[in-house]
Nanobody, 117 residues
Framework: QVQLVESGGGLVQPGGSLGLSCAAS????????MRWYRQAPGKEREFVAH???????LYADSVKGRFTISRDNAKNTVYLQMNSLKPEDTAAYYC???????????WGRGTQVTVSS
């Protein structure tokens, strides 16, 4: 089984920056992709960013130009650097692994990001 642990959340002011990490118990290089999702109170889970095994990167329009997803295969860790944060970025952020069979059964517990003045 794969375990994912997010960290790095916290309270930041609008316009500020925050970096999130997702540490995996398995080798992320063996996964087809790693993804970040977020969920705000009362809202559905929302896709944020994707990085494939080959390095293909995709962002949601809402975060494009502000967020950067990256990985360190040696550390089995995926990162999400968030800049120019807005109040609407406030959410619990979750890490997700897409396996070789394209299933995505593994999720972290989430880390809370709150953007407020």
């Amino acid at each position: 089984q794969v375990q994912l642990v997010e960290s790095g959340g916290g309270l930041v002011q609008p316009g500020g920056s925050l970096g999130l990490s997702c540490a995996a118990s398995g080798s992320i290089s063996s996964f087809n992709a790693m993804r970040w999702y977020r969920q705000a109170p009362g809202k559905e889970r929302e896709f944020v960013a994707h990085i494939s095994k080959s390095g293909y990167i995709l962002y949601a329009d809402s975060v494009k130009g502000r967020f950067t997803i990256s990985r360190d295969n040696a550390k089995n860790t995926v990162y999400l650097q968030m800049n120019s944060l807005k109040p609407e970025d406030t959410a619990a952020y979750y890490c997700n692994a897409v396996l070789s069979d394209y299933s995505s059964p593994y999720w972290g517990r989430g880390t809370q990001v709150t953007v407020s003045s």
